[in-house]
């Protein structure tokens, strides 16, 4: 069974920077895709970014350029970092992948795996 855990949340003032790690339980690259997705309090999980792990393609929701994602050396993690942060990132945090190719990579639906997630909070 295919576990994820997310972690690296926690309290940062705004302007702060956070870098969030995706623990698999097998290499990333034996996934088509792994994501992050974000649940703000009283609103619908989003999309937040997503990697296609064959060719390292990367994609974003937020086209500021305050969002990255890599993968870390140990071959079983994936990493999002989040700089100049707002109080409106505030949010759990959820790392998902899936093991085959689907249309449209930002999907929630298509994502059978999950992580319990991490909480984000972003005040002064």
């Known amino acids: 069974q295919v576990r994820l855990v997310e972690s690296g949340g926690g309290l940062v003032e705004p302007g702060g920077s956070l870098k969030l790690s995706c623990a698999a339980s097998e290499r990333t690259g034996n996934f088509y895709a792994m994501a992050w997705y974000r649940q703000a309090p009283g609103k619908e999980r989003e999309f937040v970014a997503a990697?296609?792990?064959?060719?390292?393609?990367t994609y974003y929701r937020h086209k500021d350029g305050r969002f990255s994602l890599s993968k870390g050396h140990a071959q079983n993690t994936l990493y999002l970092e989040i700089n100049r942060l707002k109080p409106e990132d505030t949010a759990v945090y959820s790392c998902?992948?899936?093991?085959?190719?689907?249309?449209?990579?930002?999907?929630?639906?298509?994502?059978?795996?999950w992580g319990q997630g991490t909480q984000v909070t972003v005040s002064s």
């Open positions: 998902a992948a899936k093991f085959e190719l689907t249309a449209i990579i930002s999907d929630e639906d298509d994502y059978p795996y």
């Open positions: 990697m296609s792990l064959a060719d390292g393609n």
